[in-house]
């Protein structure tokens, strides 16, 4: 796994292919679009509020002559100070990912009143149009005159559940269970009966959240929600987070945004049910190591630093526990429910690979009945499983935000107006495309991105590398002329290197097992952005391993599927905590051609069908 750099992301040991020029991020908003509103005067309840934490705390400046407001609240207009600087002072919650430096593209404010009173535009805000500013860019020039703006909220699309939902009456012994007039937790007596038994499954993902809830008694889901993760100031990434955790004056923000969300969505959610959040009495936690270990309160350091592992796998190695569960009471977390509710977080399996890829096995159920299969869950930290034989191997890929709507000048998140699929001309702009609500095209999401990569290619447009073969000084095209749509040389290349390291992820792992593409017989792929892939031009780009397309199987949200299944089976549990112990972990870089591999995969085509393996471990099976 790369360290994070001086400025917090994370990098490979040497330069790449595509090196990194200035940073720009995403989303074209030239006219207000139908998915984008103003948030006028309430406080935004998906994002947490970035406050005296994030720089210097606001000061107001003598005797000021106007003010800056926010619906109904207003505070004194200071002269150099931004947007966002006055958006903390009146504790306006505004999203950002990228520490305010001008680069997530989130922090998009309407400017209602008083455009005049603050500095031209940047150009990080050459996308914007109207009256719509980057909070963190726009600052105040003058104090003659009253500014009032309102952050945007969109809704994103998220995938809110899996696709393998059948079960046997075997996979129903949940730990907490109604006896009577009482609720146990095994021998231990947590309640009274109170009408009903339930436990919440949840996925807490790098970039979304999802939760389930669960009657205990029945089975049966009662109402699932999905919401963006509000950790996002810290950063779109797991080694930005990290980053962010180590900061001076911050420690507990991470989990107290977390922590605030899912007891707002739980309680939501028992509302919509008929339900009680007195009557919760379990919580079973999925996510990539950093998320969890930061909800159970655990410090995050020593995962981000060679030899990138948790606290909980330090511990396991040196024989001071027995796996790397966790159980905790969820008051002892600030999480809503009883108040004798049980909190269990998944394994993980080593380093990066972490509980979010212990519930996706379970959900797809990896290898049963000796087949050669792979899943590979998609996403800034991409996790690839490999069974074969009766062994696993597995990796984690650090693909960065690129297929998110990072790094890229018109990439955006799965939102209304996202472009989801296109089609090009030979000229290289779109001849088909198709958005998110059958709204005006404001961007390029991840699945429309991968469709653009591999048109632009086969119609020669661009290189493996990345270039316009046709005038190589070229260094953008128009992909939606009429709705100002371009991509670049640059953006090519970003989205090369996210590729290439899903790429490495899937070929180092193929070829330690000594397992060539056409061996496998299911390759599995979870996540939101793998479920909208178009999995032929997928396999053209290299994103995924060269597999039989009729092979290739979408599961959607694996990892709340198998939160849900181990909420509802302790023995599913036991089960986890064993075989995490017998999955061999392959940390990338410590592979001898790595970077070769990586430079490989940064190239815009199909990964090899043969491969050359199977090759030295370098890490043992633990035990």
């Not at 909190?343 to 009945?369: C, F, K, N, Q, W």
């Not at 032929?536 to 995924?544: N, R, W």
């Given at each position: 796994?790369?360290?994070?750099?001086?400025?917090?992301?994370?990098?490979?040991?040497?330069?790449?292919?595509?090196?990194?020029?200035?940073?720009?991020?995403?989303?074209?908003?030239?006219?207000?679009?139908?998915?984008?509103r103003a948030d006028q005067g309430k406080?935004?309840?998906?994002?947490?509020?970035?406050?005296?934490?994030?720089?210097?705390?606001?000061?107001?400046?003598?005797?000021?002559?106007?003010?800056?407001?926010?619906?109904?609240?207003?505070?004194?207009?200071?002269?150099?100070?931004?947007?966002?600087?006055?958006?903390?002072?009146?504790?306006?919650?505004?999203?950002?990912?990228?520490?305010?430096?001008?680069?997530?593209?989130?922090?998009?404010?309407?400017?209602?009143?008083?455009?005049?009173?603050?500095?031209?535009?940047?150009?990080?805000?050459?996308?914007?149009?109207?009256?719509?500013?980057?909070?963190?860019?726009?600052?105040?020039?003058?104090?003659?005159?009253?500014?009032?703006?309102?952050?945007?909220?969109?809704?994103?699309?998220?995938?809110?559940?899996?696709?393998?939902?059948?079960?046997?009456?075997?996979?129903?012994?949940?730990?907490?269970?109604?006896?009577?007039?009482?609720?146990?937790?095994?021998?231990?007596?947590?309640?009274?009966?109170?009408?009903?038994?339930?436990?919440?499954?949840?996925?807490?993902?790098?970039?979304?959240?999802?939760?389930?809830?669960?009657?205990?008694?029945?089975?049966?889901?009662?109402?699932?929600?999905?919401?963006?993760?509000?950790?996002?100031?810290?950063?779109?990434?797991?080694?930005?987070?990290?980053?962010?955790?180590?900061?001076?004056?911050?420690?507990?923000?991470?989990?107290?945004?977390?922590?605030?969300?899912?007891?707002?969505?739980?309680?939501?959610?028992?509302?919509?049910?008929?339900?009680?959040?007195?009557?919760?009495?379990?919580?079973?936690?999925?996510?990539?190591?950093?998320?969890?270990?930061?909800?159970?309160?655990?410090?995050?350091?020593?995962?981000?630093?060679?030899?990138?592992?948790?606290?909980?796998?330090?511990?396991?190695?040196?024989?001071?526990?027995?796996?790397?569960?966790?159980?905790?009471?969820?008051?002892?977390?600030?999480?809503?429910?009883?108040?004798?509710?049980?909190?269990?977080?998944?394994?993980?399996?080593?380093?990066?690979?972490?509980?979010?890829?212990?519930?996706?096995?379970?959900?797809?159920?990896?290898?049963?009945?000796?087949?050669?299969?792979?899943?590979?869950?998609?996403?800034?930290?991409?996790?690839?499983?490999?069974?074969?034989?009766?062994?696993?191997?597995?990796?984690?890929?650090?693909?960065?935000?690129?297929?998110?709507?990072?790094?890229?000048?018109?990439?955006?998140?799965?939102?209304?107006?996202?472009?989801?699929?296109?089609?090009?001309?030979?000229?290289?702009?779109?001849?088909?495309?198709?958005?998110?609500?059958?709204?005006?095209?404001?961007?390029?999401?991840?699945?429309?991105?991968?469709?653009?990569?591999?048109?632009?290619?086969?119609?020669?447009?661009?290189?493996?590398?990345?270039?316009?073969?046709?005038?190589?000084?070229?260094?953008?095209?128009?992909?939606?002329?009429?709705?100002?749509?371009?991509?670049?040389?640059?953006?090519?290349?970003?989205?090369?290197?996210?590729?290439?390291?899903?790429?490495?992820?899937?070929?180092?792992?193929?070829?330690?097992?000594?397992?060539?593409?056409?061996?496998?017989?299911?390759?599995?792929?979870?996540?939101g952005f793998a479920t909208y892939l178009?999995?032929?031009?997928?396999?053209?780009?290299?994103?995924?391993a060269p597999v039989a397309p009729e092979?290739?199987?979408?599961?959607?949200?694996?990892?709340?599927?198998?939160?849900?299944?181990?909420?509802?089976?302790?023995?599913?549990?036991?089960?986890?905590?064993?075989?995490?112990?017998?999955?061999?972990?392959?940390?990338?870089?410590?592979?001898?051609?790595?970077?070769?591999?990586?430079?490989?995969?940064?190239?815009?085509?199909?990964?090899?069908?043969?491969?050359?393996?199977?090759?030295?471990?370098?890490?043992?099976?633990?035990?």
């Open positions: 796994m790369p360290q994070p750099s001086p400025r917090g992301r994370p990098r490979f040991g040497r330069t790449c292919l595509y090196p990194r020029r200035h940073l720009r991020l995403p989303h074209r908003l030239g006219v207000q679009s139908p998915s984008l406080d935004c309840q998906d994002q947490t509020r970035r406050g005296r934490a994030t720089g210097t705390p606001f000061r107001g400046g003598p005797d000021p002559v106007s003010t800056v407001a926010h619906g109904a609240e207003t505070r004194p207009l200071v002269v150099g100070k931004t947007i966002f600087d006055h958006a903390d002072a009146l504790e306006v919650e505004v999203p950002t990912s990228c520490l305010r430096r001008g680069e997530c593209h989130e922090c998009v404010v309407e400017i209602s009143e008083g455009m005049g009173a603050l500095t031209e535009r940047t150009e990080t805000e050459r996308f914007l149009r109207g009256d719509f500013r980057l909070a963190c860019q726009a600052r105040v020039l003058r104090d003659d005159r009253p500014v009032r703006f309102a952050p945007l909220r969109r809704r994103p699309r998220i995938l809110k559940a899996g696709r393998l939902r059948e079960r046997g009456p075997d996979d129903f012994c949940p730990a907490v269970t109604r006896a009577g007039d009482e609720v146990r937790y095994g021998d231990t007596v947590l309640d009274r009966y109170r009408g009903a038994v339930c436990g919440l499954a949840v996925d807490l993902g790098t970039t979304t959240v999802v939760l389930e809830l669960v009657d205990l008694e029945s089975g049966a889901t009662l109402g699932v929600a999905g919401f963006e993760n509000p950790q996002q100031f810290g950063g779109s990434d797991v080694m930005n987070r990290i980053s962010y955790e180590a900061r001076p004056g911050v420690a507990g923000e991470l989990r107290n945004a977390a922590v605030a969300a899912i007891n707002r969505g739980t309680r939501d959610l028992a509302r919509q049910a008929g339900r009680r959040v007195p009557q919760v009495y379990e919580i079973v936690v999925a996510g990539n190591s950093t998320m969890r270990d930061i909800l159970f309160g655990l410090s995050v350091q020593s995962i981000g630093e060679m030899p990138y592992k948790s606290l909980t796998e330090h511990e396991y190695l040196a024989g001071r526990r027995t796996h790397t569960a966790l159980l905790a009471d969820s008051r002892s977390l600030g999480l809503r429910a009883n108040r004798q509710a049980k909190v269990y977080g998944i394994p993980l399996v080593a380093s990066h690979v972490g509980a979010d890829a212990v519930a996706g096995l379970e959900t797809v159920r990896l290898g049963e009945g000796g087949r050669t299969e792979m899943l590979v869950d998609m996403g800034t930290n991409t996790e690839v499983v490999l069974s074969h034989g009766g062994r696993m191997w597995a990796a984690s890929c650090p693909a960065g935000p690129a297929f998110e709507g990072g790094l890229v000048t018109y990439g955006m998140r799965a939102y209304d107006g996202a472009v989801e699929s296109i089609t090009v001309s030979r000229d290289g702009t779109a001849s088909f495309y198709r958005t998110i609500g059958d709204e005006p095209a404001v961007g390029i999401c991840g699945s429309g991105l991968v469709d653009l990569l591999a048109g632009l290619r086969s119609q020669g447009v661009m290189t493996e590398r990345g270039a316009f073969p046709h005038d190589r000084k070229l260094s953008h095209i128009d992909v939606i002329p009429e709705r100002g749509i371009t991509f670049s040389r640059e953006d090519a290349g970003n989205l090369a290197q996210a590729k290439a390291a899903n790429y490495c992820g899937q070929l180092i792992v193929m070829r330690t097992a000594g397992v060539e593409p056409a061996d496998i017989d299911r390759l599995y792929l979870a996540g178009d999995v032929s031009a997928a396999i053209e780009i290299g994103l995924i092979r290739v199987v979408k599961v959607g949200n694996a990892a709340v599927e198998g939160a849900r299944a181990l909420l509802l089976s302790k023995k599913k549990r036991r089960w986890a905590e064993e075989l995490t112990k017998q999955v061999t972990h392959i940390e990338l870089e410590t592979t001898p051609d790595f970077f070769d591999i990586f430079v490989e995969g940064c190239q815009l085509k199909p990964m090899p069908s043969v491969l050359a393996g199977p090759q030295p471990v370098a890490q043992p099976v633990r035990s």
